[in-house]
T-cell receptor, first 115, second 114 residues
Framework: EPEVTQTPSHQVTQMGQEVILRCVPI?????FYWYRQILGQKVEFLVSFYNNEISEKSEIFDDQFSVERPDGSNFTLKIRSTKLEDSAMYFC?????????????FGPGTRLTVT | GESVGLHLPTLSVQEGDNSIINCAYSNSASDYFIWYKQESGKGPQFIID?????DKRQGQRVTVLLNKTVKHLSLQIAATQPGDSAVYFCAERAEGGGADGLTFGKGTHLIIQP
């Protein structure tokens, strides 16, 4: 069964540093998403991406965040200057249809720890 | 250390019994709803979805009920198994341009007792 993969599984970084979280969506999917989940809290939408541009972003997705699809397979989330409150699980998702109709497939997540 | 985060509602059922997990949503413009299961250390896993033009949908051992009048969604799991133990989230998507992201509920922790 196809799956979304994410690397690394755990990233530890110091406050103020830049991090790049990587995702490989399912190969025939066209819509890509990043979500985050602070420990013990609900999953929160960050951004959606289609046709090489952002299609929607939440209030959380400020200027410190950026996304990119550098090649035909990877989808990345960059945080330019990490803050303590950026510590969370970051989930990548992809779907064949817009808005995840039919299903958004989630990756296993990257645990980001900012110290 | 200090405990942070939400206290999840917990539902404990005996193995083999049926369980019902409830979710209230607030956006009357939501047109698509999904139930996800999240096991410890893993990403959300799709269970079943329903569009707003339906009030019931059945899958394998699972049924989702949608009551748009009171903005309520429920997930019924029949004949629960130990592998059903997880946190269950409802998610909604609002109709309209650019509404690609899902809005997740707070989650319910389902515990299956042997």
């Amino acid at each position: 069964e196809p799956e979304v993969t994410q690397t690394p599984s755990h990233q530890v970084t110091q406050m103020g540093q830049e991090v790049i979280l990587r995702c490989v969506p399912i190969s025939n999917h066209l819509y890509f998403y990043w979500y985050r989940q602070i420990l013990g809290q609900k999953v929160e939408f960050l951004v959606s991406f289609y046709n090489n541009e952002i299609s929607e972003k939440s209030e959380i997705f400020d200027d410190q965040f950026s996304v990119e699809r550098p090649d035909g397979s990877n989808f990345t989330l960059k945080i330019r200057s990490t803050k303590l409150e950026d510590s969370a699980m970051y989930f990548c998702a992809s779907s064949a249809k817009r808005g995840g109709i039919g299903e958004q497939y989630f990756g296993p997540g990257t645990r980001l720890t900012v110290t | 250390g200090e405990s942070v985060g939400l206290h999840l509602p917990t539902l404990s059922v005996q193995e083999g019994d049926n369980s019902i997990i409830n979710c209230a949503y607030s956006n009357s413009a939501s047109d698509y709803f999904i139930w996800y299961k999240q096991e410890s250390g893993k990403g959300p896993q799709f269970i079943i979805d329903i569009r707003s033009n339906m009030d019931k949908r059945q899958g394998q051992r699972v049924t989702v009920l949608l009551n748009k009048t009171v903005k309520h969604l429920s997930l019924q799991i029949a004949a629960t198994q130990p592998g059903d133990s997880a946190v269950y989230f409802c998610a909604e998507r609002a109709e309209g341009g650019g509404a690609d992201g899902l809005t997740f509920g707070k989650g319910t922790h389902l515990i299956i007792q042997p």
